[in-house]
């Protein structure tokens, strides 16, 4: 297949019946790229049947509506009571088709939400592991048994050889991580954190934020809900892949977040803003809840992957033409971060089958884990382009003209999994301790060393 799907750059927007239907073919092969053509492409034949319909009952509705008028003029005019019949007649046909594509109207809107974004030309198409390696930062530790595999799996890069066998991060700070009880008290993956680890967490929470804070992220800064409306949060994300992922308060029509991102889209919904406020740059912190589905087997030892984490994210509303810039922008800042904090990294530019539903383009950035010999996924970022501006009605208006915003949204600091590799890449195995990093000490509240 092609390293890229050719599309052109103006189809680059949510998918709306019309324009999907103008461009049926090149939208198939969006549906087929991204490995959902056969799950999707049914509710695509569908939608695009009834759009078709709605062409031509539309019509239809606006000429009766037109008639009627007609009618009410002469009878205004005439006074004749033959016309008051007529008029009651096309009355009850216009009701009744009214009523024919306001259900058309809706059951479109619902495939729609279902439909996945459309791809940036550069992404290239396949599945997962089959991304493009776009920057290495950082010179892993690894294991002198280890050389061999590091260079076969990550050819050209430079590491530093250590002379001890790295540890797994539960193996240095499983010690403050109860999942035992908490397995006991509420499900498998939810986890007591203990100790210094809790310090440690606040740490990374609070100097992501004044990391960002100071690179300009944090135009508004937010704590959101921790749930939203069922309704709404269909809305900010791709419901057909998160439904399986998400905690319900059922009785309460409530979903708990999966992300802070979800409640920034939503507190910005049916928001007209004036060009002077773009880009608006929003970081926000909160708990993130994910069921975690299909998951099982992977990543059991340990805090990783887990249902419940605290996560700062940043998100960047910004005018037409200006999101992959922003998208550029951020990854350079987001792995400077992880620099600060002494962790090697690599930046991975998405297959297509392995993105957001939701995203045009994605890059994740990825840190190395020296106990277990590869690079794991810490931050993702990508453009949504106007998937959720078309949903949430948000729009600018520069001049006389109204533009729907682009949005793109990034990862900040995933607590958990940033934990996990400080505790793998600052273990100091002479002291026996993992060491805190200096950017975090002034709010470690002395602590410097976490014993293993």
């Given at each position: 297949m092609d390293s890229c799907l050719k599309l052109d750059l103006w189809?680059?927007?949510?998918?709306?019946?019309?324009?999907?239907?103008?461009?049926?073919?090149?939208?198939?092969?969006?549906?087929?790229?991204?490995?959902?053509?056969?799950?999707?492409?049914?509710?695509?034949?569908?939608?695009?049947?009834?759009?078709?319909?709605?062409?031509?009952?539309?019509?239809?509705?606006?000429?009766?509506?037109?008639?009627?008028?007609?009618?009410?003029?002469?009878?205004n005019k005439t006074k004749d009571k033959q016309l008051l019949e007529k008029t009651k007649e096309i009355k009850t046909k216009i009701a009744e088709l009214e009523l024919t594509v306001r259900k058309q109207e809706e059951t479109i809107e619902k495939i729609e939400i279902v439909l996945p974004n459309w791809l940036d030309p550069t992404v290239p198409i396949g599945v997962e592991g089959e991304g493009k390696n776009?920057?290495?930062?950082?010179?892993?530790?690894?294991?002198?048994?280890?050389?061999?595999?590091?260079?076969?799996?990550?050819?050209?890069?430079?590491?530093?050889?250590?002379?001890?066998?790295?540890?797994?991060?539960?193996?240095l700070v499983g010690n403050l991580v109860d999942q035992e009880k908490a397995g006991e008290v509420a499900q498998a993956r939810f986890y007591y954190e203990l100790?210094?680890?809790?310090?440690?967490?606040?740490?990374?929470?609070?100097?992501?934020?004044?990391?960002?804070?100071?690179?300009?992220?944090?135009?508004?800064?937010?704590?959101?809900?921790?749930?939203?409306?069922?309704?709404?949060?269909?809305?900010?994300?791709?419901?057909?892949?998160?439904?399986?992922?998400?905690?319900?308060?059922?009785?309460?029509?409530?979903?708990?977040?999966?992300?802070?991102?979800?409640?920034?889209?939503?507190?910005?919904k049916e928001r007209m803003f004036?060009?002077?406020?773009?880009?608006?740059?929003?970081?926000?912190?909160?708990?993130?809840?994910?069921?975690?589905?299909?998951?099982?087997?992977?990543?059991?030892k340990g805090i990783f992957r887990v249902k419940q984490f605290h996560k700062a994210e940043i998100h960047s509303i910004v005018k037409k033409g200006e999101d992959l810039a922003e998208l550029d922008r951020i990854v350079d800042d987001a792995q400077e971060f992880m620099t600060t904090l002494g962790i090697p990294t690599r930046t991975v530019l998405l297959p297509s089958a392995d993105m957001d539903k939701r995203a045009t383009k994605q890059i994740d950035?990825?840190?190395?884990?020296?106990?277990?010999?590869?690079?794991?996924?810490?931050?993702?970022?990508?453009?949504?382009?106007?998937?959720?501006?078309?949903?949430?009605?948000m729009r600018y208006r520069e001049g006389e003209t109204k533009e729907l915003t682009r949005h793109v949204y990034a990862t900040a600091v995933a607590v958990q999994r940033a934990i996990c590799a400080v505790a793998e890449n600052c273990y100091d195995p002479k002291k026996k301790a993992v060491i805190v990093p200096e950017p975090l000490k002034k709010y470690m509240m002395g602590v410097e060393e976490i014993r293993v």
């Open positions: 189809v680059i927007m949510m998918p709306k019946m019309k324009n999907v239907a103008e461009n049926e073919e090149k939208f198939r092969g969006v549906l087929k790229a991204r490995g959902i053509d056969a799950k999707i492409g049914p509710k695509l034949d569908e939608g695009l049947k009834i759009y078709t319909e709605w062409k031509q009952t539309n019509p239809k509705l606006g000429a009766m509506r037109a008639e009627m008028n007609k009618l009410a003029e002469q009878f776009l920057k290495y930062v950082g010179r892993p530790k690894v294991g002198a048994d280890a050389e061999k595999e590091f260079a076969k799996n990550y050819p050209g890069v430079g590491f530093d050889r250590i002379d001890y066998k790295p540890f797994h991060h539960y193996d100790g210094d680890l809790v310090l440690l967490d606040f740490a990374l929470s609070m100097y992501a934020i004044e990391f960002f804070r100071k690179k300009g992220y944090a135009g508004t800064l937010m704590i959101p809900p921790y749930m939203l409306r069922k309704e709404i949060e269909a809305k900010t994300t791709y419901f057909e892949a998160f439904e399986d992922t998400l905690f319900e308060v059922e009785k309460e029509g409530l979903v708990l977040i999966p992300s802070s991102e979800h409640p920034i889209l939503a507190y910005y004036d060009v002077a406020e773009l880009p608006l740059r929003i970081t926000a912190w909160s708990p993130a809840f994910r069921q975690e589905a299909g998951s099982h087997g992977k990543d059991t950035i990825e840190a190395w884990m020296p106990g277990q010999g590869v690079y794991r996924e810490t931050h993702s970022l990508a453009t949504i382009d106007t998937w959720a501006s078309e949903k949430l009605g």
